[in-house]
């Protein structure tokens, strides 16, 4: 099993749209819980950035962790074709002082958003 | 504040030679991590440097090795490349490693592998 599951898509949604976007994970050692967007050609920008469980909104974008289910979401409300991307989940366990802990990236999900 | 710059942008070579790629990481971030994207792996780590050291290392061959300037700046080199080593390598930084906090991104150097 991979420490790191998501869906590769491609999604396809109309303007104005909710979309959802979820991983699952095995690492119960697993704190921090990002998400990335990536456009073509360019290196992944960092949308949200969480720790533990619980929600956490900025503008159209809600993140949640769920850790008891091993399942993280990321919604995006009033989708625009702006938001049309490869969005991917990234987490990492207790990052400890002076050590390091590498991230561990899903394989992203291609978002089409269509005007 | 400029972002994580990767210098080139893209690198065609040859099997068997050798190439160095070059990262410049925010300023005041001190930790430099390098990834290697592909369409079948996705993202997969490579190493961590932090003060000139390599703080951790992803399970990639020998091949692939990295160094950290006192100026934090980093390389990685790839020697021998294989057709598999064409990617596009991507260089993050972070104020410290041990710190909480997220990576940021360059927009990466595209190799191909001919």
């Known amino acids: 099993q991979k420490e790191v599951e998501q869906d590769p898509g491609p999604l396809s949604v109309p303007e104005g749209a909710i979309v959802s976007l979820n991983c699952t994970y095995s690492n119960s050692a697993f704190q921090y819980f990002m998400w990335y967007r990536q456009y073509s050609r360019k290196g992944p920008e960092l949308l949200m950035y969480t720790y533990s469980s619980g929600n956490k909104e900025d503008g159209r974008f809600t993140a949640q962790v769920d850790k008891s289910s091993k399942y993280i979401s990321l919604f995006i409300r009033d989708s625009q074709p702006s938001d049309s991307a490869t969005y991917l989940c990234?987490?990492?366990?207790?990052?400890?002082?002076?050590?390091?802990?590498?991230?561990?990236f899903g394989k992203g999900t291609k978002l089409t958003v269509n005007p | 504040k400029a972002g994580v710059t990767q210098t080139p942008r893209y690198l065609i070579k040859t099997r068997g030679q050798q190439v160095t790629l070059s990262c410049s990481p925010i300023?005041?971030?001190?930790?430099v991590s390098w990834y290697q994207q592909t369409p079948g792996q996705g993202l997969q780590f490579l190493f961590e440097y932090f003060s000139e050291t390599q703080r951790n290392k992803g399970n990639f061959p020998g091949r692939f090795s990295g160094r950290q300037f006192s100026n934090s700046r980093s390389e990685m080199n790839v020697s021998t490349l294989e057709l598999g080593d064409s990617a596009l390598y991507l260089c993050?930084?972070?104020?410290?490693?041990?710190?909480?906090?997220?990576?940021?991104f360059g927009n990466g150097t595209r190799l191909t592998v001919t």
């Open positions: 300023s005041g971030h001190r930790s």
């Open positions: 993050a930084s972070r104020v410290n490693p041990g710190q909480e906090g997220p990576l940021h």
């Open positions: 990234a987490m990492s366990s207790t990052i400890t002082q002076g050590g390091s802990e590498k991230l561990v």
